[in-house]
């Protein structure tokens, strides 16, 4: 396997800004009734999020997944303060801190 040029947590926190963001893209279409041309680059920016999961450092894309899950966790949190201007409460924060917990055991801690 070659070793991916960005960093694993470079690639899942810019897997999870572009995850977010194309969703949010529809988000805003169908709930918060913006143009569909909002759908264009959500679907551009899904695309690059499928690409840079693939350089996450796993022979197993199940592994990846799950440890991408808690990077994309509390990106959302951050999305939620950050973007839609609503401050996370505590347990927005506690379940974004666990995520992250989670993610760095599947990521970091020794195979047999």
């Known amino acids: 396997m070659m070793a991916p040029a960005l960093p694993t947590i470079a690639i899942y926190v810019l897997a999870?800004?572009?995850?977010?963001?194309?969703?949010?893209?529809?988000?805003?279409?169908?709930?918060?009734?913006?143009?569909?041309?909002?759908?264009?680059?959500?679907?551009?920016a899904l695309i690059a999020f499928a690409c840079l999961l693939t350089l996450a450092p796993s022979d197993q894309a199940g592994r990846a997944f799950a440890a991408y899950g808690g990077v994309y966790i509390a990106s959302s949190v951050l999305w939620l303060w950050a973007v839609e201007g609503r401050l996370p409460d505590q347990w927005d924060i506690a379940g974004a801190l666990l995520a992250i917990a989670g993610a760095g055991i599947i990521l970091f801690m020794p195979r047999g």
């Not at 805003?28 to 959500?42: H, Q």
């Open 16 to 44: 999870a800004l572009a995850e977010i963001a194309g969703c949010f893209a529809f988000w805003a279409w169908l709930r918060l009734e913006k143009s569909a041309f909002w759908l264009v680059p959500g679907v551009a």
